[in-house]
């Protein structure tokens, strides 16, 4: 209420403090090229930002009134919402019983079922893991799936940015990075999210999610006819019993008949379902078959099967990766840390 009377005593005067801020942002800009800091293409770009909002604040700003008006009810609300939260709280709280300090809730957490946890619960208790394993880019990876799943692609991102900084040479970290700057962008696949796409092509040529959407991000640039030969090379690829056959095959036609992407479609990268995830752990488990000196895949692929509740799977792949690494103490050690 003091804000507003005193908002309502300058426009009285005929001095708007929204208008004011931005006539000094206009000041700044000035000063800035005055003194040679700014550009003249960025200068032309920051006068007219500058302006559009100055002129925006000025079609908006709101008429001096007074600012007693609504006192009496603003006082009355300020004392009852108080009171009605206490008394709501002894109705149906539980103030007998004691605090329960956030670093108890996540050992609580840690020792029951993940699928029980929400994500906001999961990505909680794997920050504290993240501490524990620095080192560890499938830590990170999972974070930030998890962050993802909460609704923070900013985060997520971050901790794929930690992800790629330790294993620089995993194609499905980069292709996952991706994937987080376009929940950032809104499903747009730009810059930074085709610049981590072919990186992962690079390590990956067949990275499945990179292929995708660097096909779709030509197809959005009017690429159509290269975009549309990047997916029927993808789906040729695909095993014929691969859930996502039918989908691709379906975005293919539309685009055919649209001549492009069409406006109705969400641009939001999918999420991969279960049956895509052990097609991708199976895929993994079938390349180290025929190429087994990847320790790192071996870790992996013990892990997913821990996490997949497979557990005579792991203990097989456990059991190899063992025989092979029997003389590499720190591949035995990441090996039985996947395990678990």
Same mark, same amino acid.
């Not at 050992?107 to 699928?115: G, I, Q, V």
């Not at 030969?229 to 996502?244: E, N, Y």
């Not at 039918?246 to 406006?263: D, M, N, Q, S, Y």
């Given at each position: ?186 499903? /747009?696949?730009?810059?930074? #999210?085709? %610049? ?5 092509? *690079?390590?990956? $040529?067949?990275? +499945?999610? &990179? ?100 557990? /005579?799977?792991?203990?097989? #792949?456990? %059991? ?5 690494? *029997?003389?590499? $103490?720190?591949? +035995?050690? &990441? ?6």
């Amino acid at each position: 209420m003091l804000r507003g009377a005193r908002a309502a005593s300058l426009r009285a005067v005929g001095e708007d403090p929204a208008l004011a801020v931005h006539r000094r942002q206009l000041a700044e800009i000035d000063d800035l090229a005055a003194r040679g800091l700014l550009p003249e293409n960025e200068l032309r770009t920051a006068r007219a930002e500058a302006g559009r909002r100055l002129l925006a604040a000025a079609e908006t700003a709101a008429p001096a009134g007074d600012p007693r008006k609504g006192r009496p009810l603003v006082l009355a609300l300020a004392i009852a919402a108080p009171l009605a939260a206490v008394g709501l709280y002894w109705v149906s709280g539980a103030p007998g019983v004691a605090d329960q300090p956030f670093r108890k809730r996540l050992a609580e957490w840690r020792h029951s079922d993940p699928s029980t946890l929400d994500p906001p619960r999961m990505a909680a208790l794997l920050r504290t893991i993240v501490t524990e394993r620095p080192n560890d880019p499938e830590a990170f990876k999972n974070l930030a799936l998890a962050e993802l799943a909460s609704g923070d692609a900013l985060a997520a991102s971050g901790a794929l940015r930690r992800a790629v900084a330790i294993a620089p040479k995993r194609a499905d970290l980069w292709a996952a990075l991706g994937e987080t700057f376009m929940a950032e962008a809104d499903g /747009q696949v730009g810059v930074d #999210a085709r %610049a981590a796409f072919n990186e992962a092509l *690079k390590l990956d $040529p067949e990275s +499945l999610s &990179a292929r995708y959407f660097l096909a779709r991000a030509d197809i959005a640039d009017g690429k159509v006819e290269q975009g549309l030969a990047g997916w029927r090379a993808l789906l040729a690829s695909l095993r014929p019993d691969d859930p996502s056959r039918a989908a691709l095959a379906g975005e293919i036609a539309a685009v055919t008949r649209a001549g492009g992407l069409p406006e109705s479609r969400s641009t939001a990268p999918v999420q991969p379902d279960a049956a895509q995830i052990r097609g991708m752990v199976e895929g993994l488990e079938k390349r180290l078959g025929a190429d087994a000196d990847d320790p790192q895949g071996w870790v992996r692929l013990v892990r997913a099967w821990s996490v997949l509740g497979e557990t /005579q799977r792991r203990d097989a #792949a456990l %059991a190899r990766a063992r025989a092979l690494y *029997k003389d590499q $103490p720190d591949i +035995l050690k &990441a090996l039985e840390e996947a395990a678990q």
